[in-house]
Each structure stands twice: as structure tokens, then as C-alpha cells.
């Protein structure tokens, strides 16, 4: 099975795209940081929109289907556990060849459309977290 580029992955939140477009290769991290916090407004409504979809929306259930929602110890992105990045991919790599073999779709939870969402003044710390979710 090929891997998918996030961009490609119809369930993927908008705010990840819109930052990961900020990480040009070679960027310093202070020039993400301030390209990230001029486009807050938009990561903000982005983030209304797809989870007051997500709330709404109803798929009909597939019975052939094996869906694996990750949540607690198996979810990666909560900031429990290891949070370098480099423990961050080890343990997906893991998990993904543990799960992936048994799973037709595995669901992670997005911590970043809801940090986005409660969000106040965008300050250099917030904008700082928001960074590292999406990395």
C-alpha cells in the first residue's frame, strides 16, 4: 500500500494544511512562527468549520468496515508520553504496523482544530504549541 500525502487524506483538518504549507524547508523557525500568526483568523474559522461539520455529519455504517478510533495510551498526539519529535514518529511507525495490518481506517483525535478554537491572543507561546501539534 502506498503512503498518502496529508494533502490527500480526505479527513485531514484544514488548519494542519494551512500550517504545514508555512514549514518551507530551511525556514527559520521565528519566520514560521510570524507567517502561522498573521494567519490565525483564517486557522480559526477553519477549524469552526470542519469540526461543526464533523459534529454534523453522518456516514452510513459500513459492517464490513474495521475502524480504529485512537484514543488514551494509543493516541499519539495528546502530549502524554514521549513528545520529541523523533519519539513521536518511532511510536507511529510502531503503532501504524501493529494497527495497520488489522485496521481498514485508524481515526486520530484533532488536538489541533480545538488548541485553534481555544485559542485567545495569539502570543509567540500559543502560536509555539500550535507548531509543535503540527509537527
Known amino acids: 500500500m502506498r503512503k498518502h500525502e496529508i494533502g490527500e487524506i480526505p479527513s485531514a483538518p484544514p488548519a494542519l494544511l494551512l500550517m504545514l504549507r508555512e514549514f518551507a524547508p530551511g525556514a527559520k523557525w521565528e519566520d514560521v512562527r510570524k507567517r502561522i500568526k498573521a494567519i490565525v483568523p483564517d486557522l480559526k474559522e477553519q477549524s469552526f468549520g470542519f469540526e461543526s461539520q464533523n459534529v454534523s455529519r ?3 455504517p459500513r459492517p464490513t468496515s474495521f475502524d480504529v478510533h485512537l ?3 494509543l493516541d499519539l ?3 502524554n508520553g ?3 519529535p523523533k519519539c513521536r514518529v518511532a ?3 510502531r503503532l ?3 494497527i495497520g495490518l488489522i485496521a481498514d481506517q485508524v481515526w486520530l483525535t484533532d488536538h ?3 488548541e485553534v478554537m481555544g485559542m485567545g491572543r495569539p502570543t509567540n507561546a500559543a502560536i509555539e504549541r500550535l507548531m509543535q501539534h503540527a509537527l
Do not use: D, N
Open 58 to 60: 453522518s456516514e452510513p
Open 82 to 84: 514521549c513528545v520529541a
Open 112 to 114: 489541533l482544530s480545538t
Open 71 to 73: 484514543h488514551g495510551a
Open 77 to 79: 498526539l495528546s502530549g
Open 96 to 98: 501504524t504496523r501493529s
Open 91 to 93: 511510536a507511529s511507525e
